[in-house]
């Protein structure tokens, strides 16, 4: 009768999450539960390396993103366990220019698949196999870190994408959130872009989402990660439409694919 009930439970979840992401269930980062292999990429150019310290503290924040996911995770009741990997803290990887971030949805979606290969993997199956291999991980993203200023965001894939190109997903993170370099980046913006990748939505005004949408997140939501920012983690929480969305097992509402954002 228990090994039944198991597999209803599995049916039913593999169900929600096929109605819940349809084709963006498609790479490294399918969904947020069990172990997951974390690789972080410290990049810039030969004439703007990072400062000394400036990767520890990236590297501190990181993990305070981490342990508030996986203590979001136990509010619903399932496990999530991250082990690190890294690229470039020893010594940065160099590119000639990097990526802009704008928010405007036209950056470029192709830098996980350039970083691994100057990290020195031929392709993204020789990383995705090297994770099988080598970890006790079933699941991967890429954290790449730059050190200036712009808006984060997600290298998610789906099933319309190459998959021998975009199959690994990530983030791209900025060090600061303006030029002038006063605001530097926090935790709720790398668990943010982080759940990106696993399937999130933004729940405020984009070139994707509606301001009738933002408002009703904030009705609804007002704490969720996806929708607003905070230096302090722990005033914000993983609300019910995110944590369906990433394949923890929550009941279905009415009104969630009324937050679909155009394209998804």
Known sequence: MRKTFFCFCLLFSQTLLAQSNDKWRAGSAYSLKGKVYVLSVFIATPQNDWKEGEKLKIYQIQREACTWIQAQAKKYKESVSFEEGTFGYDKTLFFNSLPTGTGSGNEEVDWVARVLKKAGYNN???????????TTCTQSVVLIYLNTSGTS????????????KYFNEGCLVY????????????AAT??????????????????AQT????KKARTIYPNDVMLRTSYNINDLAIGELTAWLIGWAVR?????NWFRPKGY
């Open 124 to 134: 993204n199956a020789e990383f995705t196999s090297w994770v099988r291999n080598n």
């Open 153 to 164: 965001y997600a290298l998610a894939c789906s099933s319309e994408m190459n998959q021998a």
């Open 175 to 186: 060090q600061y959130y303006d030029e002038a370099q006063s605001n530097h980046v926090c």
């Open 190 to 207: 790398i668990a943010h872009e982080m759940l990106h990748a696993f399937g999130s939505w933004d729940l405020y005004t984009t070139f």
């Open 211 to 214: 301001q009738d949408r933002e």
């Open 252 to 256: 279905e509402e009415k009104w969630f």
